[in-house]
């Protein structure tokens, strides 16, 4: 639909002039003589802008700003004035006002004006009616899609965050697992108790019995008062259990005991407490070939999987990476200050293509990177990282797509870049964390870095975090 514009001025030449430039710029034209003629207009039919003259018969521009603005706050208003009375126009601006155009005019000028005014106003209201598809029907928790897979894991959560059972959530890294789980506590009878999650993996073993079940003072060197582990923290609530493939089986035990019992007892300790905590855990790893293997404990295994939830790759939800992608320019334009106003469809076609291997996590660390760098105010295919413009649209090269003619090829070259390229979404895919991105490869972390030395990806022990 064209933009419907209103113009109203007392001024018949200037009527006539702004209605003629307006409908060759393809807008929807409608005008009154003073102000009283344009609010009655305004609540017969809707329109997109208003032009308004500020010096007016029976109702002045600013009378006429102030009446529209009472029935419809969100009325897009621009104001004419004469040249050297500009504060006026300020003023108005002041009281809400979106700008303002001089007389005499400068088509350019004007033209600019209210296409920026128009675009800013789409805006708004594309940013609206996202917010109010993420908030109500898509999003639990900021747990955002709308493709037909997470339809299914979107049900399944109000199903079970009525019941206090015991879930594992399960998914490749970066899949979201913990906002899963957050959305099945804050969704369900428990949301006003605590939620409190623990990465199980990230705690050295000779302190996770006293950071799960807490210890008495002197119980242990350093133990100088008595400390409430994570458990009793959690009494009343959810507790989730991160990475829980990665427990030591001597705390298994112990874990075990506490969920089956529903009673801890801190390090130290000769009395037990007793707790109600709801458990979903969450890993990324095949519990049930780690039970086979021994190291995982199958009848915690079954205490654990009363209910498991699947939060799918995103490569599984390609319908979701356009209302991902703008979900994550709204939050990270609020985190870093910036105002970069859309994704070209350019810049989309690429995202889309992009496979992912980080999955949601690095789609969100893509989109605030181009938006930290962002100097314009759109997203374009220049402005998203280098590693997704070079490997999107295309798998790596297989040996059935290279063609070897009489000069024969540069095998050393093709592995190098092949080996590069896969590096590169791997460190990408783990935040930048070595012993995570050799994790993904399948690799030994001191192999890990001496790949990064040999392609200049960083320097090995300062470009990237090292974590656990």
């Given amino acids: 639909m064209k933009p419907r514009i209103l113009v109203v001025d007392d001024e018949e030449s200037i009527r006539e002039?702004?209605?003629?430039?307006?409908?060759?710029?393809?807008?929807?034209?409608?005008?009154?003589?003073?102000?009283?003629?344009?609010?009655?207009?305004?609540?017969?039919?809707?329109?997109?802008?208003?032009?308004?003259?500020?010096?007016?018969?029976?109702?002045?521009?600013?009378?006429?700003?102030?009446k529209v603005?009472?029935?419809?706050?969100?009325?897009?208003?621009?104001?004419?004035?004469?040249?050297?009375?500009?504060?006026?126009?300020?003023?108005?601006?002041?009281?809400?006002?979106?700008?303002?155009?001089?007389?005499?005019?400068?088509?350019?000028?004007?033209?600019?004006?209210?296409?920026?005014a128009l675009k800013s106003k789409n805006l708004e209201v594309e940013v609206r009616q996202l917010k109010r598809v993420l908030n109500q029907e898509y999003s639990f928790q900021n747990l955002v899609g709308n493709s037909e897979i997470m339809h299914?894991?979107?049900?399944?959560?109000?199903?079970?965050?009525?019941?206090?059972?015991?879930?594992?959530?399960?998914?490749?890294?970066?899949?979201?697992?913990?906002m899963v789980a957050k959305a099945i506590h804050f969704n369900g009878p428990l949301k006003d108790n605590p939620f409190v999650p623990v990465n199980c993996g990230a705690i050295p073993e000779s302190l996770m019995e006293s950071e799960m079940f807490g210890h008495k003072k002197g119980s242990f060197t350093?133990?100088?008062?008595?400390?409430?582990?994570?458990?009793?923290?959690?009494?009343?609530?959810?507790?989730?259990?991160?990475?829980?493939?990665?427990?030591?089986?001597?705390?298994?035990?112990?874990?075990?005991?506490?969920?089956?019992?529903?009673?801890?007892?801190?390090?130290?300790?000769?009395?037990?407490?007793?707790?109600e905590v709801r458990i979903i855990a969450a890993?990324?790893?095949?519990?049930?070939?780690?039970?086979?293997?021994?190291?995982?404990?199958?009848?915690?295994?079954?205490?654990?999987?009363?209910?498991?939830?699947?939060?799918?790759?995103?490569?599984?939800?390609?319908?979701?990476?356009?209302?991902?992608?703008?979900?994550?320019?709204?939050?990270?334009?609020?985190?870093?200050?910036?105002?970069?106003?859309?994704?070209?469809?350019?810049?989309?076609?690429?995202?889309?293509?992009?496979?992912?291997?980080?999955?949601?996590?690095?789609?969100?660390?893509?989109?605030?990177?181009?938006?930290?760098l962002e100097a314009g105010g759109v997203i374009l295919p220049e402005s998203l990282p280098p590693f997704v413009n070079t490997t999107t649209g295309r798998k790596l090269a297989s040996s059935h797509e290279i063609e070897i003619g009489d000069d024969g090829i540069d095998l050393d070259k093709i592995m190098g870049q092949i080996e590069k390229e896969l590096l590169i979404k791997a460190i990408h895919a783990a935040d930048g964390v070595k012993k995570r991105a050799a994790k993904l490869l399948n690799i030994s972390f001191r192999s890990m870095r001496y790949r990064v030395e040999k392609f200049s990806l960083g320097t090995a022990d300062d470009e990237f975090e090292d974590v656990g």
């Fill in 283 to 372: 890993t990324n790893r095949d519990l049930q070939k780690m039970v086979h293997e021994g190291t995982f404990r199958q009848d915690l295994y079954y205490r654990l999987n009363v209910i498991n939830i699947k939060s799918p790759a995103l490569r599984e939800r390609g319908d979701d990476i356009d209302i991902l992608a703008k979900h994550f320019l709204e939050k990270c334009n609020n985190k870093l200050g910036k105002s970069v106003t859309s994704i070209s469809d350019e810049a989309m076609i690429i995202l889309k293509k992009y496979n992912y291997p980080g999955n949601v996590r690095e789609l969100e660390n893509i989109i605030e990177r181009t938006v930290a």
């Fill in 17 to 66: 002039f702004l209605e003629i430039m307006l409908k060759k710029e393809g807008y929807e034209v409608t005008t009154a003589e003073d102000g009283q003629k344009g609010l009655d207009l305004t609540k017969k039919k809707s329109f997109d802008l208003i032009i308004s003259d500020l010096q007016m018969p029976n109702l002045t521009g600013m009378e006429f700003l102030k």
């Fill in 152 to 178: 299914k894991v979107f049900d399944m959560i109000k199903r079970v965050s009525q019941a206090p059972t015991n879930i594992l959530v399960t998914g490749e890294s970066g899949t979201g697992k913990e």
């Fill in 222 to 275: 350093g133990a100088v008062s008595d400390k409430t582990g994570l458990f009793e923290a959690a009494n009343g609530g959810t507790l989730f259990l991160d990475e829980i493939g990665e427990l030591p089986m001597s705390i298994q035990v112990k874990l075990l005991r506490a969920i089956q019992e529903r009673k801890i007892r801190r390090v130290g300790g000769i009395e037990d407490t007793d707790i």
């Fill in 69 to 116: 603005k009472e029935n419809d706050p969100s009325m897009l208003f621009m104001m004419i004035t004469a040249f050297g009375t500009t504060e006026t126009a300020v003023e108005a601006m002041k009281v809400g006002a979106y700008d303002y155009i001089t007389k005499p005019f400068k088509i350019d000028e004007v033209r600019i004006n209210i296409a920026n």
